[in-house]
């Protein structure tokens, strides 16, 4: 637990802010590799396999506050997965069935949106939310650690989201679909 004080305390506060365009203080290795210096080796092992998209199947990870991430997580992906069945009127056979309402709702909102950074944006501020309801009490816990790198990932996922490349990469797409190669 000594360990776990040392570990925290030198983990820089950052902006979650996808608007935010300042450079984060720390990279997700960097952050493995801190842990890796003050965490027991099982739980510096789950910060090595920390994921933003957890197993298909639920795996216990020995960690209450991981499986209730990685629970809603699968649900999130499962519901999004539902919705664009139904509207391209395609079957969803090996989707299971998501019964979470407060999930659900979120992925209908994303679905309606116009632009795909727009839904990329609310899934990711819906994503620190889940994160924030269960963010562990204790800052000084292995679950805080865990938290802190979860919200590092999904971070660094939306820094990289940059409207103009994902305009530019979309045209080169959709030109070499309709075979217009320039």
């Known amino acids: 637990?000594?360990?776990?004080?040392?570990?925290?305390?030198?983990?820089?506060?950052?902006?979650?802010?996808?608007?935010?365009?300042?450079?984060?203080?720390?990279?997700?290795?960097?952050?493995?590799?801190?842990?890796?210096?003050?965490?027991?080796?099982?739980?510096?092992?789950?910060?090595?396999?920390?994921?933003?998209?957890?197993?298909?199947?639920?795996?216990?990870?020995?960690?209450?506050?991981?499986?209730?991430?990685?629970?809603k997580e699968r649900n999130l992906r499962f519901a999004l997965a539902q919705i664009r069945a139904q509207r391209m009127k395609k079957e969803s056979k090996d989707v299971p069935i998501t019964t979470d309402?407060?999930?659900?709702?979120?992925?209908?909102?994303?679905?309606?949106?116009?632009?795909?950074?727009?839904?990329?944006?609310?899934?990711?501020?819906?994503?620190?939310?889940?994160l924030d309801k269960i963010a562990p009490l204790d800052i000084f816990s292995v679950d805080a650690v865990y938290n802190y790198g979860l919200r590092l990932m999904l971070a660094e996922r939306m820094r990289k989201f940059n409207r103009d490349d994902g305009l530019a990469s979309y045209h080169k797409i959709y030109d070499e679909i309709l075979g217009e190669k320039k």
């Open 101 to 130: 309402g407060e999930v659900i709702q979120a992925a209908r909102t994303a679905t309606g949106m116009d632009s795909p950074l727009s839904a990329e944006q609310f899934l990711n501020e819906y994503r620190m939310g889940v």
């Open 1 to 71: 637990m000594e360990h776990l004080y040392y570990l925290v305390s030198q983990l820089p506060a950052f902006s979650t802010d996808s608007e935010n365009s300042a450079k984060l203080p720390m990279s997700t290795d960097a952050f493995k590799e801190l842990c890796s210096r003050f965490m027991n080796k099982r739980d510096c092992e789950t910060v090595m396999n920390l994921s933003l998209e957890p197993p298909k199947e639920n795996v216990p990870t020995g960690s209450a506050f991981l499986d209730e991430w990685y629970l």
